[in-house]
């Protein structure tokens, strides 16, 4: 059964020093790497609450890090597998371990995708 490092990004230069690193420890274990992107805090403005921005705002946001995020991954030594976050670390965390863990009896973890991919569900 192959190891599996689940590691959190936000894609700054010290995160992709970061996933380097844990692509050289998954590899010298004969694993897999697992990136999950997790989105900055909306902006707030304490007069009004949250910023308004436009739809397209986001949609081009996520196109963009959704492209760094597969670029990031072909860079590592590793097969990487990447997931987009959203929501509390917490709840986000919770899912991505339930979703990678080993099961009893089997022979690796629920989800097995290719390098760079999604992974199904």
Request: no cysteine.
């Amino acid at each position: 059964m192959k190891p599996i490092f689940l590691m959190l990004t936000d894609l700054s230069p010290a995160s992709h020093r970061a996933a380097h690193f844990a692509g050289l420890l998954a590899a010298a274990v004969g694993g897999e790497l697992v990136l999950m992107y997790m989105e900055p805090e909306p902006l707030l403005e304490p007069e009004i609450g949250l910023v308004t921005l436009p739809e397209e705002y986001y949609t081009q946001l996520q196109r963009d890090t959704e492209a760094a995020m597969a670029e990031l991954a072909r860079l590592l030594p590793v097969p990487t597998t990447v997931v987009n976050g959203g929501g509390s670390v917490h709840n986000l965390l919770h899912d991505q371990i339930e979703r990678w863990r080993p099961q009893p009896g089997g022979d690796g973890p629920r989800a097995r995708t290719g390098r760079g991919r999604q992974p199904p569900g």
